[in-house]
């Protein structure tokens, strides 16, 4: 759990470690979670959908693509379905590195998921790739000359246009061997409208890090240079997955798996 339990201003982290259903959050962010529920009722679906659609992720490249190493960067509190969890269900002896800017969350990480030789937590963020990719400890687990697969769950949301998020992500792939994978989930604001976006946005303006929502075609921009696995950019639920029965709900988190040639 996060340092500032004394601190009113909510932790977006935390935020959606209580819309999983998590217990690692305090009343500020149970407070800011209402809000955004009240404004985006299908908040909570959509979270847990974007959990999913990693897990299924995962599972694609551990079984189908032969990834056995991963980096998930901003991975936030540990939750049921961590990625070496999923990925060690079919490839026992698969690596992860896990990235978070947040100490006591790297704390936390380090205590609970990195009690097996392979996995690791590092300090790092996402907005210093050369940081991460140069980091001892993660360079002790992961062989940056090998096909590794980068996850980025959930979190280029919170990056703002003036930290160059493109350009982020394309330092992260080109500091990956070819054969290499990126994941990313990310919110889009199309089918809530420009109002609930705005106020969500203010809303997350008062937490610890901004909300940024960006369309498919912005999206899409990450995923430039790559070859983009069916179906593409797809609402999270989607992806990889039966349609629900009924009516299709409202798209608030897309995702995508890209490989690089």
């Known amino acids: 759990m996060t340092s500032d339990a004394g601190s009113r201003r909510p932790n977006a982290g935390r935020i959606y470690n209580f819309l999983l259903g998590g217990k690692d959050n305090y009343e500020q962010d149970r407070q800011a979670a209402g809000q955004l529920l009240a404004l985006v009722p299908d908040a909570r679906a ?33 939750a049921p379905g961590n990625v070496h969890q999923v990925a060690r269900e079919l490839d026992p002896l698969a690596r992860v590195a896990y990235v978070d800017n947040d100490p006591v969350v790297v704390s936390h990480a380090r205590a609970l998921l990195c009690t097996a030789p392979g996995v690791c937590t590092v300090e790092g963020d996402l907005r210093d790739p050369p940081g991460i990719v140069s980091h001892p400890d993660l360079l002790a687990v992961i062989d940056l000359s090998a096909p590794v697969a980068i996850v980025l769950g959930a979190v280029l949301h919170h990056v703002p246009d003036e930290n160059s998020p493109h350009k982020l992500v394309d330092l992260l792939m080109a500091a990956l061997a070819p054969g290499s994978y990126l994941v990313i989930s990310h919110a889009t604001g199309e089918d809530i409208g420009a109002d609930a976006a705005g106020q969500v946005r203010e809303l997350y303006a008062q937490a610890s890090a901004p909300a940024v929502f960006r369309s498919r075609a912005e999206v899409a921009g990450f995923f430039e240079g790559l070859e983009l696995v069916a179906p593409g950019i797809v609402d999270v639920a989607a992806w990889h997955a039966d349609p629900a029965p009924g009516e299709p709900g409202r798209v608030i988190v897309v ?3 890209g490989r690089k040639p």
């Open 255 to 257: 995702g995508g798996v």
């Open 46 to 78: 959509a979270a847990r959908a974007n959990r999913h659609f990693l897990a299924c992720a995962v599972r694609f490249l551990a079984e189908d693509a032969g990834i056995g190493q991963f980096i998930d960067i901003g991975m936030g509190l540990p």
